[in-house]
């Protein structure tokens, strides 16, 4: 069975970090990328980041870069996503999902951990 499952969300001020997690089971996970992806109420569901198979490709949406990193441990089939000075527009589901390459359509998708950003 195919699992991705987020954890690490939570509530936090503004200016704080938190990172999230992406545990992986169930498919071959050093060969796909892993994106992270979020979405608030009311709003689309957008793209926040993006890490290739081998780790040597990330991507950033222009609203995290520079304070948001992501990178992946293949032995421990997780991906980790680093999310520093948080805003208070960063509230939003956060979900971790897998495709072959970060501009594919992606096949699997976890559950959703909630990020709340206090002001």
């Known amino acids: 069975e195919v699992q991705l499952v987020e954890s690490g969300g939570g509530l936090v001020q503004a200016g704080g970090s938190l990172r999230l997690s992406c545990a992986a089971s169930?498919?071959?996970?050093?060969?796909?990328?892993i994106g992270w992806f979020r979405q608030a109420p009311g709003k689309e569901r957008e793209g926040v980041s993006c890490i290739s198979s081998s780790g040597s490709y990330t991507y950033y949406a222009d609203f995290v870069k520079g304070r948001f990193t992501i990178h992946r441990n293949n032995a421990k089939n997780t991906v980790y996503l680093q999310m520093n000075n948080l805003k208070p527009e960063d509230t939003a589901v956060y979900y971790c999902?897998?495709?072959?390459?970060?501009?594919?359509?992606?096949?699997?998708w976890g559950q959703g951990t909630q990020v709340t950003v206090s002001s």
């Open positions: 999902a897998a495709t072959e390459i970060c501009q594919y359509e992606y096949d699997f």
């Open positions: 169930g498919f071959p996970f050093a060969d796909y990328a």
